[in-house]
Every structure is written in C-alpha cells, then in structure tokens.
T-cell receptor, first 113, second 109 residues
Framework: IAGITQAPTSQILAAGRRMTLRCTQD?????MYWYRQDLGLGLRLIHY???????GKGEVPDGYSVSRANTDDFPLTLASAVPSQTSVYFC????????????FGPGTRLTVL | GQNIDQPTEMTATEGAIVQINCTYQ??????LFWYQQHAGEAPTFLSY??LDGLEEKGRFSSFLSRSKGYSYLLLKELQMKDSASYLC??????????WGAGTKLIIKP
C-alpha cells in the first residue's frame, strides 16, 4: 500500500452494535487523527495520537475510543453505536514538522439505524 | 469560542478567476491550510500559510493576513475539474486543526 487506507468503505450498522473502523498508513507518520464529517459542518476531530502509545481526545470524543499500538495502525471503535454517529469518518496522518500537513484516507461512510 | 467562516457556495465560469474567502477567530494561530475535496472523496492538501502574504502554486494562490484573521484562496483559469468544496483550516495554540464547513464551488461552462 502507498499512503493511508481505511476499511470498510461503507457500513450499515444496527444501533447498539460494536464497530471498529480500521486505518493504516505506510508513510511512517508519527501523528494520526480521526475526524467525522457531517453535512454543513466542518471536519470535527474525534481522537488523535501524536506518537505510538499515546492518544488524546478531540472535540467530539464521546462514544468513541482509539488505540495506537504501533506507528502504522490507528483503529477507531464505537462501543455501542447510536444513530447520531451516522457520518463519514476520515482518518488522517501527519509527520511532525514545520507544516505538519495532514494527509487523509478515503473515508468510511457509516450508517447507524 | 473558535470559529472559521467561509461562504457556503459560490458559482463561477470556466476560464474565469474566483476568490474564496476565509475569516477566523481561534485561540492562537500556528498556520492556515486550504484543502480541496471532491464530492465523495477525501480532502487533499492545497496550500499552507503561516506568514502574511501571498503564496502562489500554479493556478492556485493563497493569501494570509494574521492581523485581520483573514485568508483567501484564488483560483485562476478555472477548469471544470475545479468543481469541488474548498476547506479552510487553522492550526490553533494546541496545534489542532479547526476546520471551516467548506465552500462548494460550482463551475459552469
């Protein structure tokens, strides 16, 4: 792979179910991020990780958890999905430096019924 | 609170020039980014400004005035493929990106 990938591409989920969205990058970026994007709103940060082994909460962390066991992978888990978590989820990564530009994965479209 | 304002939608003609404005109020400033996002796709990086002035990159230029909390993205010689949403984002004092809702640019022949 080259860049950043996400899986699944899309998913329909029953409310109350547990779901893990996967994100993998091969750019050796130290920082990774999870955003959700909803119509009419800007990207909102859910959780982030500045380096393997550390994570932090973003603007909208409730109902979500993350882990960062290694540099490449940054999964996002919904412990018990609710309809308000219906959204498009983007994973991003960046290499700490002057610009610290974030590069995005293709996104996961999640529908919670 | 923190706020990024951009027009919701703009329309322009193929071959013309369009300017997309972005104003911001954030806790601290550590750079401003412009991203392009085609419908159904991921945002892709266009430009970065941290000092006042104009940064030019081909048909795209980005301007920043930190004292006014203002930036614009200038697109020249518009092509149909430039139809997309353009996202403005500011890196705040915590080095987190605060995103605007985006400007949907419609290009007409």
């Amino acid at each position: 792979i080259a860049g950043i990938t996400q899986a699944p591409t899309s998913q329909i989920l029953a409310a109350g179910r547990r779901m893990t969205l996967r994100c993998t990058q091969d750019m050796r970026h130290n920082a990774m991020y999870w955003y959700r994007q909803d119509l009419g709103l800007g990207l909102r940060l859910i959780h982030y990780s500045n380096t393997a082994g550390t994570t932090g909460k973003g603007e909208v962390p409730d109902g979500y958890s993350v882990s960062r066991a290694n540099t490449d992978d940054f999964p996002l888990t919904l412990a018990s999905a609710v309809p308000s978590q219906t959204s498009v989820y983007f994973c991003a990564s960046s290499l700490a430096g002057e610009t610290d530009t974030q590069y995005f994965g293709p996104g996961t479209r999640l529908t919670v019924l | 609170g923190q706020n990024i304002d951009q027009p919701t939608e703009m329309t322009a003609t193929e071959g013309a020039i369009v300017q997309i404005n972005c104003t911001y109020q954030t806790s601290g400033f550590n750079g401003l980014f412009w991203y392009q996002q085609h419908a159904g796709e991921a945002p892709t990086f266009l430009s970065y400004n941290v000092l006042d002035g104009l940064e030019e990159k081909g048909r795209f230029s980005s301007f920043l005035s930190r004292s006014k909390g203002y930036s614009y993205l200038l697109l020249k010689e518009l092509q149909m493929k430039d139809s997309a949403s353009y996202l403005c984002a500011v890196r705040d004092s915590n080095y987190q990106l605060i995103w605007g809702a985006g400007t949907k640019l419609i290009i007409k022949p």
